[in-house]
Each structure stands twice: as C-alpha cells, then as structure tokens.
C-alpha cells in the first residue's frame, strides 16, 4: 500500500481518463478484513516493480484507523523489508479506504471483490489504473486466479494488465 500511495499522488497529479470507475462491493467485515494478505498480482508501477514475496498487513489501531504494513523483498533470497502506512475506511461499507505512506498525501482504494470465506480479495484505484488480486495464502489455483481476473473485468478493471508477483514456495 505504500508504494499505492506514493504512486496514486503522482498519478493524480498527471490527471486520469477512466472510462468508469471499478464498483467496489457493497458491504466488508471490517474484523474480517484485517490481518495478511498476500499480493498475488497487481500492475506493476514504479513503487511495486521488481518487488518479489509482498503482502500486506491490515492491524487495528486503538485511534480506528489501521496499521498499513507493505512487506517486500527484492529477490526471493534478500531479507524481508517493511513500510509502514495507516489506513481508514471513508464510508460505512468499508470497502472503500484511503491510505497514507507519506505525510500528508493519501490515495484511495476500494475493496471490488472479496470472497465469502475472505480469503481472496480484489483491490483497484478508483480510476481502474491499478489492481491488486489478495489471498491469504501465498498461492492460488490457476482456477481461482482466473476467476479472480474475470470478476476484476466485470467491475471495470483492465485485469490484462495484472502481473503474478512471484512468492517463495510454501513451507512443508
């Protein structure tokens, strides 16, 4: 989310011509959501390009906000790196939030596909230029995948676009 930050502000600055902005869905568990999300896909942009083994995660704050952690490593064989965010919904339906990594820009994401079992989640920047495919674990079938892209199509995200984020195996 830090790197969606710093590249939402300079995005913005640039403008955009969405052709219509991706519906986020109506209605997320806030305590749900929480917790690790591994980054299974996204567009890449400046701040995410080259990144390898990412996830976030979503922590309670005792203010109502929440803890944004961006965890990243360069190559699968590096060390792990963090950057620290805070993030909120803005509306009742917490499916759509701002985020801040640097003070005092902010960028806003929605939340336009998560699953019953809240184990995969579909992410996208209001103007659809940036998408992100969430699981709770660090892989997901091809079946699910592909699933996942269609129902990014069907809220109006360009899920062409979207590269897998490569995630070191899972331990036996």
Partial sequence: MAA??????????????????????????RERFLGTWYIIANVPYFAEKGKVATRVEYVKRSDGRVDDLFY????????????????????????RWKARFIWPFTTE?????????????????????????YARTSTLSSERYEAAL??????????????MVPQPPAPK
Avoid: H
């Fill in 72 to 95: 990243f490593r360069r190559a699968l064989d590096e060390p792990e790196q963090r950057w620290s965010g805070v993030a909120w919904p803005i509306d009742a339906s917490n499916a």
């Fill in 150 to 163: 269609a129902e990014l199509r069907e809220r109006g995200v360009d899920s062409d676009k979207l590269v």
């Fill in 109 to 133: 994401f929605r939340i336009v596909g998560i699953d019953a079992e809240y184990s995969v989640a579909l992410i996208a920047t209001p103007d659809a230029k940036l998408a992100w495919v």
């Fill in 4 to 29: 969606l930050a710093v590249s939402m502000v300079l995005s913005g600055c640039a403008g955009t011509s969405a052709i219509r902005e991706p519906e986020s869905v109506q209605a997320v568990d």
